[in-house]
């Protein structure tokens, strides 16, 4: 797919302003809009931090003024209680108001990207959709928001406080006490060189651990979903013993991982924990109170801010994993931010149902980058108003590929699909929508009423041809019987087979009422007394469309006024059930191969 200006997000969350010489990061990029305020929340965090320590360095004072031997200065030591005080309450206020400032950037950066993927996912060919399913755009807008929202909203105002709270303690002791300052200072210094080696090599190691999760997963997943396949065909101690493996390779892998980091580990925590910073610096101070080096009170001093300074650093590691973790939410958040979009639409407006395919060749987007290959070569074909042309051929040939074509699934990548004289790439969406309806192998319904999940191809439709709409598709006593008939809810009280889904689907078609209809495999689901009942209701209902049909079993399309036979991409023949018949080629070869009987003939497929 050519990729022009045009590509471009609608709300700008991912692309550099022009003329800027050094495009951002995706992280960068998708913070952009509210850096102002991330910056507000980090500075009024890492205050927040240092107004916190005021009210130790208050008690220090307060302890000089009231053990200075002389009389106490209450005036002296009152306005110190109440700086304290003020402190912790500016220290709250300021604590309070990073949350705040931090939340609602994240609120405003989520609801700026929800926007943008709506209307950059709006843009992108439905065909995008069948490729990923829904799993890697529910984890882009849920999971990947949630992991930039721990980052804007927490993570970062996190990091500064921690960062802030040992500077302005280092400060506070060299001007107390050097020597202590410098006791302290080295006792978190070893403590950090402790633990960078515990986290030596942690990326690699990370790797390797989301490697061994993602084996058990795999294995899970694949004995969960196959178990009755792997039963049936004895191999169930096989898929067993590969996510047995998988279990036992990630304990190994752990226990090997923590033995290897848990002596610097440990001795880090130890070394930068609270407690032992006071028990050091009360240790060196005796000492040097005892050479006469150091005020008693300084000792306390130095005693009581020390913990400030080596308590932050057990944080920063996990801080640091989630700034990582963010970047690779960004990173995803950015490639559907850049999923390419339909390169154009119009105004045109379609005049009939008349479909053509004009020297149509299609090649899907390779995943990698590389080259597609073709598999569509230069089709023609005519779908007359009022007929029915049925698309047959062996599977592979390019069927439903073609069949996605009208209704602007993808856009060729040579010729051209009109519908009603006008190209589709120049139709507005709703145009096309109105104009082509489809009913797809994979039949979803939406989470609602039956009643609604029929409705949505005609939001205004009443009850009355809601029903008529499943009674036209053979789908209506099936509903009646559901507990609360049209407004069961589907997933709730409406459960469903294949076939019953697929019938809905067709209603819902119907309903639209569009000239245009494009059914792939829509009755494959069905049992064959159900597939004859919608058969017959779509050929009444075929009457005056346009209704292009993608069948496997040639027995269900032998009325069609026109069968195409597709084989590698190209249409090799066309006519009628008996013109095809008569003339021995490819379409009579297939059709004898599907009269052959088979060995449980009319057995559910
Ligand atoms: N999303 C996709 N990405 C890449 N290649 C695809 C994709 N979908 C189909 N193809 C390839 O395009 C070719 C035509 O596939 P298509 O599904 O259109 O054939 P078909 O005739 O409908 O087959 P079947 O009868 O088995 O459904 C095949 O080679 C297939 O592998």
Redesign the pocket.
Known sequence: MTRNADTAPPAGAADPPPGSRREPGPLAALLAGVRGRIGAAVALQAAASALGLLPLVVVVELGRTLLDGGAVDAGRAWTLVALALAAAVAALAAGYASTLVGHLADNDMQLGVRLALAARLARVPL?WF??RGSGRVKKALHDDIGEVHSLVAHTLPDLAAVLTAPVVALVYLFAVDWRLALVAAALAAAGTALFARAMSGSMRKMAEYAAAMNDINTGAVEFIDGIAVVKHFGGHRRAHERYVRAADRFAAFFTDWSRSTMAPSVASFLVLSPVMATVAVTAAGTASAALGWSRPLDVAACALLAPALCAPMNVIGSRVQQIQAAAAAARRVHALLHAPVLARQGTARPDGARVVFDDVRFS?PAEDGGEAAE?LHGVDLVLEPGTVTALV?P???????LATLPARFHDVTGGAVRVGGADVRDMPADALYRTVGFVFQDARLLRGSIADNIALGRPSASRAEIEAAARAARVADRVERLPRGYDSVVGEDAHLSGGEVQRVCVARALLADTPVLVLDEATAASDPVAEAAVQDALSTLARGRTVLV?A?RLATVTGADRIAV?DGGRIVETGTHAELLEREGRYAALWRAQQTPAPREGAPR
């Open positions: 065909g069948t490729a899907y598999v051929g599977s592979g040939a390019g069927k439903t590929t993608v496997h597709m």
